[in-house]
């Protein structure tokens, strides 16, 4: 299974930001869809940055709530990984495990056509266990 499999059965929509809006703005839209980050896109549709919880939690810890009036671009990972359609599941695992990260954008051609996220990633890995198993039983059984 690929990323392509993935993003068929989730859906492509990706909440994004842009890189001046504010840091409290930013966990509004996190708490507001439910989700654990949010890609950051330039002026020209690009992705330019990721912020997820955990960076708000740590900007919060490191500098106090007063960091929630400065701008995502300051907290937010510039240098961004990035996944694609034709990714396989375990190379998206390898990246999540290696890179120690929850989400990868998927990036076509330049743009940003979804996103996957290591829940994702789990309950892919679980279906193709659950597939695998039924049709071992189904080879046992039938002979």
Do not use: W
């Amino acid at each position: 299974m690929n990323v392509a499999t993935i993003l068929k059965m989730k859906g492509k929509g990706v909440v994004t930001a842009k890189p001046d809006m504010s840091l409290l703005d930013v966990a509004k839209l996190l708490g507001q869809h439910g989700i654990g980050c949010i890609v950051i896109e330039g002026d020209d549709g690009k992705v330019a940055g990721i912020v997820s919880e955990r960076d708000i939690v740590r900007a919060i810890g490191n500098a106090g709530a007063k960091v929630l009036k400065e701008p995502v671009s300051v907290y937010m990972t510039t240098t961004v990984v990035t996944a694609r359609e034709a990714d396989t599941i375990d190379r998206l695992m390898s990246e999540m495990t290696t890179h120690r990260f929850r989400h990868l954008p998927v990036v076509e051609r330049g743009r940003l056509i979804g996103i996957v996220s290591i829940g994702d990633v789990v309950k892919m890995r679980i279906a193709e266990a659950e597939m695998e198993a039924a049709a071992m039983r189904n080879y046992i059984t039938t002979g």
